[in-house]
């Protein structure tokens, strides 16, 4: 699932080398784990919802994000279990912009 979307989003953007690759998967994994969190499903059952271009389009609209400023700079980048922090936040909006093709998908959760 992570290369289709690394090469979606690369086709995306015009991308043709591997020189943004590192930047790039950055994206990836932060789309995985906002959707991920949005839909209350782990990484397997999103790629067996097969969101591939809905995750590469929103990979696109954080990495256009980040280039423009409007939510700031990757701030840290941790390895386990991939945690990336951004200096500003885009108040969840990437997401919501796909809210129709997403919410469908949703889990029910009950705090108990």
């Keep these: ?14 991308i043709t080398d591997n020189s943004k690759d590192t930047l790039l998967n950055i994206f990836v994994d ?17 790629g067996a919802l097969s969101l591939e271009t ?3 389009l ?14 700031g700079k990757v701030a ?5 279990d991939r945690s990336i922090s951004f200096s500003g936040t885009d108040g969840g909006k990437v997401v ?9 998908l949703r889990k029910l959760v009950w705090d108990v």
Excluded: W
């Design 1 to 14: 699932m992570r290369f289709t979307i690394l090469a979606n989003l690369k086709a995306l953007l015009g």
């Design 30 to 46: 932060e789309s995985i784990r906002r959707v991920s969190a949005y839909l209350h499903r782990t990484e397997e059952e999103i």
């Design 54 to 56: 809905t995750l590469s």
């Design 58 to 71: 929103i990979a696109k609209d954080l990495y256009q994000a980040n280039e423009s400023g409007s939510i």
């Design 76 to 80: 840290s980048i941790s390895e386990a």
């Design 96 to 104: 919501s912009t796909y809210d129709s093709v997403l919410r469908p």
